[in-house]
């Protein structure tokens, strides 16, 4: 089992092990969330915070001139990665575990990103989550980053990489657009962590041609276009944000 496999695994244990525990954690100070306003997994967690309607103290960390390789921020992430959270004593990385974090501490609060009393609906969306992780993000990974993150940083987009790697993500989506026949959203008919952990990956490649894999299917494409259009998605993505949030 990989690592990150077992860093998923290990979070949704101990979330389902407390999920019928209230929370006590007053969270008198905001969050500080160490991360980069372009960063698809800063992202992620952002959104969170958005839908719960929190606020956060942004610490930025470009990664664009390599920052989070520097000796400063290899002493809070030794692997180099944004985002990380931290809360009080607590420090967290891998932008699932945060969400998941978040999302857990203030389950009554924002808006309800998982089912902590219903263990079978639970299930579902804890399974969309892992199909997430575990099929749609590698070839959604790998076509961001060929066709959106490399242009960026001035390196030429493999497109052998893209035409072998598109048919992957195609299996995913056919499976997808089966199951959108009958529900709004991926874990049921309510808006979950499952359907946002998606959100990064799918921003960047509707900007490149391999929208067209999320266009050809239609409740692939009535799905993408409900949850990019959630208000704390647009908010995580505008970089402006990020920096009003350094100025508050």
């Avoid at 978040?102 to 079978?120: D, M, Q, V, W």
């Avoid at 997430?132 to 961001?144: G, H, K, R, V």
Wanted: with cysteine; proline share 5%; hydrophobic share 40%.
């Amino acid at each position: 089992m990989s690592f990150s496999r077992l860093l998923v695994t290990f979070s949704l244990m101990m979330m389902m092990a407390i999920s019928n525990e209230p929370f006590t954690l007053a969270h008198k100070e905001e969050y500080k969330i160490y991360g980069f306003p372009y960063s698809a997994s800063t992202w992620r967690v952002l959104a969170v915070l958005h839908e719960k309607g929190l606020s956060y103290y942004p610490i930025t960390v470009n990664l664009r001139t390599g920052e989070q390789k520097k000796p400063s921020f290899l002493s809070i992430n030794p692997f180099g990665q944004v985002p990380v959270l931290l809360d009080g004593h607590l420090k967290l990385t891998e932008s699932r575990a945060i969400s998941l974090y978040i999302e857990s501490a203030h389950r009554s609060r924002g808006t309800k990103l998982l089912n902590h009393k219903n263990y079978k609906k639970m299930g579902i969306e804890t399974m969309w989550m892992y199909i997430e992780s575990f099929e749609f993000d590698p070839p959604a990974t790998t076509l961001t980053f060929e066709q959106a993150i490399k242009p960026m940083t001035g390196l030429k987009t493999d497109y052998k990489v893209v035409n072998e790697t598109e048919p992957q993500l195609e299996k995913v989506l056919d499976i997808y657009e089966e199951r959108l026949k009958n529900s709004r959203f991926l874990a049921g008919n309510r808006f979950t962590l499952a359907d946002l952990f998606h959100l990064p990956n799918i921003e960047y490649l509707m900007n490149t041609t391999t929208k067209r894999l999320f266009e050809s299917r239609p409740n692939v494409h009535r799905w993408v276009a409900k949850i990019m259009a959630r208000p704390a998605w647009r908010k995580a993505c505008d970089a402006n944000a990020w920096y009003d949030e350094m100025e508050n």
